[in-house]
């Protein structure tokens, strides 16, 4: 396997590190990561901002979905360096003095969760998909949130949750 | 992950020179599927180039009356930019069809035309794998064949392109646009991907050190008669078993020109210019729908567990002709097959 053959790449020290400023949650954020360090890594490992959840860690599962710039993706595919000078928002910056968001009080009144654990990137996708206004029906709700899996099944809540929030925008 | 440098790109010109300074570099745009490769050691490079922040994230007409979709447009910018929701209806189906939105919010143009494929063993470092690993076999010939192709495959390898978005720029006849140290050149869409034979490490015809810089489309967008429709083992955010593209022109009631490409049935978009030819100048029956499948399948070849996607993909050609004659293509968020 390719895998086995140590000569086929150089030895790169895992101390080798780069500066990246991003503004975590209007805050910013100074910090010095490894090339290979992903932005969720990032926001977990070295902002201590758990709320953002690793899943899978291969874009299947959307736990870790927050928006950069405004817009939804898997910050476990992406790498923090790439993302130097970004905007990102993770659930920690939803809440505005202590006031929850209106998606986090439509999954509250909607029982849209029973673990909890795909709930932060459920919101978070939640938030991008109600900016690009393409979902209407319920239906393009399930399709355009079809990239967070939900393993305790709540789905017909969390479309109902969406769909409360959505009227509020 | 290995540990690897990474270096941003300048301009075009900078990510060429940086790629021939380093042959174990690779370019990274939307990284969707290299990091996620990276993750399972499948890809290993020495250095990442960071091209993401060049200008090409564009679109815009040419002159032919087409438009030219810079490589570093995302895909969902793409899907829902006017120029192609309005004149490439197919195209955008197609691009709605695939991943979820917070991939195609990363993933550029041109990287979905060099996404690698799926198959199990491909992902798997501890079995053989041609594509991986040249010359350590086939794993999947004899193994977990479900979702492998069943057309143009080779004994080194039965791997199959996932992508949704090459099928309807296979259908739709576009060309990419390429930049490397000798220059520029245009590459038709059915020579950029190659079947494998007994080269299955290399999926395109692009040469060591080429960057796509984009992706063109011709001026006809067939935006009346369209369908894409991909069948899948759950009805959303998962990989083709097949998907068809097809576009149709008439005359009267008889087809003037006919497209037809299939998805998740071959090493590349398969498209089959002689299946179109006997559509020409027929009516868009049943019988001339089902004459353009079983010449598209006339080759096919089911391994132990993908015969089935013979009939499916010949069932499901006829249905999307029929969806696009009649003007009523799949929806990609109502899942109901019309």
């Given at each position: 396997m390719a895998s086995t053959d140590p000569a086929a790449r150089a030895i790169i020290p895992a101390t080798a590190k780069t500066p990246v400023a991003l503004i975590v949650n209007g805050v910013e954020t100074r910090l010095s990561v490894a090339p290979w360090t992903t932005l969720l890594d990032a926001l977990r490992d070295h902002l201590h901002l758990t709320g953002t959840k690793k899943g899978c860690d291969h874009g299947q599962c959307g736990a870790c979905t927050v928006l950069v710039d405004g817009r939804r993706i898997n910050s476990c595919l992406t790498l923090a360096v790439m993302k130097d000078?970004?905007?990102?928002?993770?659930?920690?910056?939803?809440?505005?003095?202590?006031?929850?968001?209106?998606?986090?009080?439509?999954?509250?009144?909607?029982?849209?969760?029973q673990c909890g654990y795909c709930t932060p990137g459920q919101i978070c996708s939640a938030a991008g998909l109600i900016a690009e206004g393409k979902a209407k029906s319920s239906e393009e709700i399930r399709e355009l949130m079809s990239g967070n899996i939900c393993r305790c099944g709540a789905y017909p809540n969390i479309v109902a949750a969406i769909q409360q929030a959505m009227e509020q925008s | 992950m290995i540990n690897f440098q990474y270096a941003r790109a300048n301009d075009v010109a900078d990510a060429i020179r940086q790629l021939a300074a380093d042959p174990t570099a690779k370019l990274i745009a939307g990284g969707t599927n290299l990091l996620d490769l990276m993750k399972d050691d499948v890809e290993r490079p020495s250095r990442l180039i960071d091209i993401s922040r060049l200008p090409l994230a564009t679109i815009s007409e040419t002159a032919s009356g087409g438009v030219l979709i810079g490589a570093l447009m995302s895909n969902s910018d793409l899907a829902y930019h006017p120029l192609i929701a309005q004149r490439y209806p197919l195209f955008a189906s197609a691009i709605l069809a695939g991943a979820s939105q917070q991939l195609r919010n990363m993933a550029s143009t041109g990287g979905n035309l060099l996404q690698r494929t799926r198959?199990?063993?491909?992902?798997?470092?501890?079995?053989?794998c041609n594509k991986r690993q040249p010359g350590s076999g086939c794993s999947a010939i004899n193994g977990i064949n479900r979702i492998n192709a069943i057309l143009g495959a080779s004994d080194a390898c039965i791997a199959t392109h996932p992508s949704d978005m090459c099928v309807a720029l296979a259908a739709l006849e576009a060309k990419v646009h390429v930049v490397g140290p000798a220059g520029t050149r245009v590459i038709a869409f059915s020579d950029f991907h190659r079947l494998p034979g007994d080269m299955p490490q290399h999926d395109t015809n692009l040469r060591t050190q080429e960057i796509i810089t984009g992706v063109e489309l011709p001026a006809r967008g067939f935006r009346t008669n369209y369908s894409y429709l991909k069948i899948?083992?759950?009805?959303?955010?998962?990989?083709?078993?097949?998907?068809?593209?097809?576009?149709?022109?008439f005359e009267g009631e008889i087809i003037k020109e006919g497209r037809l490409a299939l998805g998740g049935v071959a090493h590349k978009p398969w498209r089959d210019t002689g299946a179109e030819a006997v559509m020409r100048g027929q009516p868009a029956n049943r019988a001339t729908f089902t004459r353009a499948a079983d010449l598209l399948l006339r080759d096919a070849r089911g391994y132990a567990h993908n015969t089935f996607k013979i009939d499916l993909a010949r069932r499901a050609i006829v249905r999307t002709l029929t969806q696009a004659a009649h003007a009523t293509p799949q929806t990609q968020s109502n899942k109901k097959i019309r």
């Open positions: 000078g970004a905007k990102v928002t993770t659930i920690e910056g939803f809440q505005t003095n202590g006031a929850m968001h209106p998606l986090q009080q439509a999954f509250i009144d909607h029982d849209a969760f | 198959c199990f063993y491909f992902y798997d470092t501890t079995t053989p899948r083992d759950r009805l959303s955010y998962a990989f083709a078993l097949v998907s068809v593209a097809t576009a149709l022109e």
